[in-house]
């Protein structure tokens, strides 16, 4: 309000002395987040907001600089193999993960055996990372991301670039909510807007963050024409739809699961793993 008032110049203070004061304490604190966009720009931080890539998704980091909050993506990677270590999570392998992350990728980990373990060995391993990510990573606002980013790498399902993914998932597959959603989608679009924006770009995030939403004018407008999306989700299935433009599957009496679906897909590569251990174990090669 001081600042504000300064703006104004006397005693009565409009809105647009409001955004004014808060258009300049962005410039003076928002030194960091024009250079992150000038790395993306440039290359040296490497993301990618079109195409479908498999084993490859769009999170969203929040960064806490100055007393100036921004949001920007960060690309999470998935490789998997044959073996028993299971899923890893390559942050805290190194010991730059904190308990809450940790935590998630243990929910994930309990889901993945929920819904696949029940009829065949987990023989797989799985390492998980954020690429050029080099402090500490905490929270379990990117579960959703990680565990879509493993069902890719299982299934070969090709995840949409375009879209980046925020949101918490419990072992039951239900999406709950994060915090600096706001800063989340507006670091995107930033992104997207610098690479080109394509009208098919947005955000996947909770439906319970709905109503957290208030942001900038800029970003609304471009909602509003169609240039950019926000997608509110409250499943693993609405977000597999989306990002993976698949089905999930849902499981017979069997314990099978549809052929073509990305869960389908993800036991016939873990029965492979399977086979491939078993023969190991026997002193066997498995056949090429």
């Given at each position: 309000?001081?600042?504000?008032?300064?703006?104004?110049?006397?005693?009565?203070?409009?809105?647009?002395?409001?955004?004014?004061?808060?258009?300049?304490?962005?410039?003076r604190a928002g030194l960091a987040?024009?250079?992150?966009?000038?790395?993306?720009?440039?290359?040296?931080?490497?993301?990618?907001?079109?195409?479908?890539?498999?084993?490859?998704?769009?999170?969203?980091?929040?960064?806490?600089?100055?007393?100036?909050d921004f949001g920007r993506p960060?690309?999470?990677?998935?490789?998997?193999?044959?073996?028993?270590?299971?899923?890893?999570?390559?942050?805290?392998?190194?010991?730059?993960?904190?308990?809450?992350?940790?935590?998630?990728?243990?929910?994930?980990?309990?889901?993945?055996?929920?819904?696949?373990?029940?009829?065949r060995t987990l023989a797989v391993?799985?390492?998980?990372?954020?690429?050029?990510?080099?402090?500490?990573?905490?929270?379990?606002?990117?579960?959703?991301?990680?565990?879509?980013?493993?069902?890719?790498?299982?299934?070969?399902?090709?995840?949409?670039?375009?879209?980046?993914?925020?949101?918490?998932?419990?072992?039951?597959?239900?999406?709950?909510?994060?915090?600096?959603?706001?800063?989340?989608?507006?670091?995107?679009?930033?992104?997207?807007?610098?690479?080109?924006?394509?009208?098919?770009?947005?955000?996947?995030?909770?439906?319970?963050?709905?109503?957290?939403?208030?942001?900038?004018?800029?970003?609304?407008?471009?909602?509003?024409?169609?240039?950019?999306?926000?997608?509110?989700?409250?499943?693993?299935?609405?977000?597999?739809?989306?990002?993976?433009?698949?089905?999930?599957?849902?499981?017979?009496?069997?314990?099978?699961?549809?052929?073509?679906?990305?869960?389908?897909?993800?036991?016939?590569?873990?029965?492979?793993?399977?086979?491939?251990?078993?023969?190991?174990?026997?002193?066997?090669?498995?056949?090429?």
């Amino acid at each position: 309000l001081r600042e504000a008032a300064c703006e104004s110049g006397n005693e009565l203070v409009h809105g647009r002395h409001v955004w004014a004061a808060l258009d300049a304490r962005r410039l003076r604190a928002g030194l960091a987040e024009r250079r992150t966009l000038e790395l993306i720009e440039r290359g040296v931080v490497r993301v990618q907001t079109r195409g479908s890539v498999v084993g490859l998704v769009n999170a969203l980091v929040v960064y806490h600089v100055g007393g100036h909050d921004f949001g920007r993506p960060m690309r999470v990677t998935a490789t998997v193999g044959a073996g028993r270590s299971g899923i890893a999570s390559v942050e805290r392998v190194v010991g730059l993960s904190g308990k809450s992350h940790d935590k998630g990728m243990q929910i994930l980990t309990g889901w993945l055996r929920e819904r696949l373990g029940r009829t065949r060995t987990l023989a797989v391993a799985a390492a998980v990372a954020f690429e050029q990510s080099y402090g500490r990573v905490d929270g379990d606002s990117a579960t959703l991301t990680e565990l879509l980013v493993v069902l890719s790498a299982l299934s070969g399902v090709a995840l949409d670039q375009g879209v980046a993914v925020t949101g918490s998932i419990n072992q039951l597959g239900e999406i709950q909510s994060v915090g600096g959603v706001n800063e989340k989608i507006e670091g995107f679009y930033a992104t997207c807007k610098l690479q080109g924006l394509t009208g098919s770009q947005g955000v996947c995030i909770p439906d319970t963050n709905v109503p957290d939403l208030c942001l900038d004018d800029e970003v609304v407008e471009a909602c509003a024409r169609g240039e950019f999306h926000v997608w509110p989700v409250a499943s693993l299935e609405e977000a597999v739809a989306l990002v993976a433009q698949a089905d999930l599957g849902a499981a017979d009496e069997q314990g099978r699961y549809p052929a073509g679906s990305v869960l389908g897909r993800a036991g016939a590569t873990l029965d492979q793993f399977q086979r491939v251990v078993r023969l190991q174990g026997k002193g066997e090669r498995p056949p090429s």
